[in-house]
């Protein structure tokens, strides 16, 4: 457990394996949050432990292979009658409130220590797992993240990451891209791709900008809405199902955000209208937000 680790054994171990110093210590700081809550609730830890292997890429295949393993769905017993039920493979993929590996209550989490996704940030972007992986990237607005049940493939599950696998998630992408893209300087690679007939053209940045299709009555919301989302003040656009265009925009202002003083209310929020387009996509008169994020980055 990296949380109770003091800083020169973090540099250490940093120095000894593949994660950056940066990495160990966002890890701890998932660490200790969640231990903060354990005279309230019970919240098992991940134990993962970074491979010191001298060859940093034979360790980063390690690290990888051990993530993967680490972040699985828990399964029910082949024994369990439950497990051959319809939807009873996996025993916490129940609701998006619960961590598909531990079964960790997040809604009770996020009351009880506040919103801990916040507090780990990427030491690279500077963004918070929140602003990763619990915002559309597109349109900013705040969205549930669901595991998938091959953990980065596989189909999508109704459950989530609690903060501490989430982060081990984020860490597995970051690992992955690095290796792809040693992958794609390979000069094997490039003669695969020659092959298929891909190649690279450069391409100025303007060209690639989008059109911007919002109304000339409304651009002097602008300010408005950028306000809102520095506030981080739940936008959701309800798009139409035939032309895919936004027919409906609702602004929520939730008391109870600002009298915590934090958005962990948004992330329940956010949980809910998930459970809620899984469970009456095609009942409901107005249609949901059509976008979920996949933990893409």
Request: glycine share 4%; proline share 5%; with cysteine.
């Amino acid at each position: 457990m990296l949380g109770n680790t003091q800083q020169n054994e973090l540099l250490r171990l940093a120095s000894q394996t593949q994660m950056s110093y940066a990495q160990m210590q966002q890890q701890a700081i998932a660490q200790n949050a969640m231990s903060d809550v354990k005279s309230h609730i019970e919240v098992p830890q991940v134990n993962f432990y970074p491979s010191r292997h001298p060859n940093p890429k034979k360790a980063r295949r390690k690290d990888i292979k051990q993530a993967y393993k680490l972040l699985k769905p828990t399964k029910r017993s082949i024994f369990s009658p439950r497990r051959w039920l319809f939807g009873g493979k996996y025993r916490y993929n129940t609701n998006t409130m619960r961590c598909v590996i531990d079964g960790a209550d997040i809604d009770y989490l996020l009351r009880m220590a506040g919103n801990i996704y916040e507090q780990i940030i990427d030491e690279e972007t500077g963004q918070s797992l929140w602003d990763i992986y619990f915002k559309n990237p597109v349109t900013g607005e705040v969205e549930a993240f669901v595991a998938r049940e091959n953990v980065t493939s596989g189909r999508k599950m109704r459950g989530t990451y609690c903060p501490e696998h989430l982060h081990l998630y984020h860490l597995l992408i970051k690992w992955e891209k690095e290796e792809e893209k040693e992958e794609e300087a390979n000069t094997g690679t490039l003669r695969a791709k020659l092959k298929k007939g891909v190649s690279t053209v450069a391409v100025p940045i303007s060209s690639l900008k989008r059109k911007d299709n919002t109304p000339p009555t409304l651009i002097k919301y602008e300010p408005f809405f950028e306000m809102l989302k520095k506030d981080n003040i739940p936008v959701t656009h309800f798009a139409n199902s035939a032309t895919g265009t936004n027919d409906l925009v609702m602004i929520v202002f939730d008391m109870r955000q600002f009298q915590a003083g934090n958005n962990s209310r948004m992330l329940f929020d956010a949980l809910a209208m998930h459970q809620l387009q899984q469970n009456a996509v095609q009942s409901q008169p107005l249609p949901l937000p059509t976008q979920s994020n996949d933990g893409s980055v």
